[in-house]
């Protein structure tokens, strides 16, 4: 499968001036721009920085962006899964996660992250394939929102939904270990069903094991 990637941009003001959207970007594009120090929910800035541009040296990787001049205040990444996790079984070339998606907290309520992925999916490209995001309630910012984790819920569904991304059931055990987590899909309109039905094999991994254990 060839992952080819078409970039695109947006731009729209906030009080703190003109916001740019723009990707998916290679590293070396990447590397003009400073990193918010406030973009710290998964690991310290300078090492999610260079997770950024490790990422978009992989041929599925992709870097979306939102910058305030030179200097980056949210990204969205996207790339083939983990290999420890289940979605990776199958090595699906046409399966891709929605790794993190993150903005520095005095840029929220601008629209920032549904911004990300709306100019996500401007690439045409992204229709052949599935894309998926593991929502867990313990990687959202509760305390800095001062949200309840229903209200969260809300929140990320709704920023989702602006990439066309839905809640599908699952029995991956970190999902269904709390009700608020989710497991969102896109099913891009060039995948094949062959695919398709990979994926619902993925998302049932454990009833089938279970059934294949009983010889079913």
Not at 52 to 66: V, Y
Not at 134 to 149: A, Q
Not at 185 to 193: F, L, S
Request: charged content about 25%; aromatic content about 12%.
């Amino acid at each position: 499968m060839e992952h080819t990637k078409t970039q695109y941009s947006e731009t729209f003001d906030s009080k703190y001036g003109p916001i740019i959207v723009e990707g998916p970007l290679l590293p070396d594009q990447l590397s003009r721009y400073t990193f918010d120090e406030g973009l710290n929910a998964f690991r310290p800035p300078a090492k999610q920085f260079e997770a950024l541009q490790s990422i978009a040296a992989f041929e599925e990787g992709r870097i979306i962006i939102a910058r305030n001049q030179e200097n980056i205040i949210g990204y969205v990444t996207y790339l083939h899964p983990d290999p420890l996790e289940r979605w990776s079984e199958g090595n699906m070339e046409d399966l891709i996660e929605l790794g993190a998606i993150e903005v520095v907290p005095k840029f929220r309520g601008f629209r920032v992250g549904s911004r990300l992925l709306q100019i996500s999916m401007q690439d045409e490209y992204m229709e052949n394939y599935i894309i998926i995001s593991n929502e867990y309630y313990w990687h959202w910012d509760l305390k800095g929102t001062r949200l309840s984790i229903w209200d969260y819920r809300k929140v990320m569904e709704k920023m989702m939904a602006a990439g066309g991304l839905t809640p599908a059931p699952t029995d991956d055990p970190e999902i269904i270990s709390h009700p608020a987590n989710c497991l969102m899909v896109r099913i891009g309109k060039n995948v094949p069903q062959e695919s398709v039905e990979q994926f619902d094999h993925l998302r049932f991994l454990t009833r089938h094991q279970y059934r294949k254990a009983r010889g079913e």
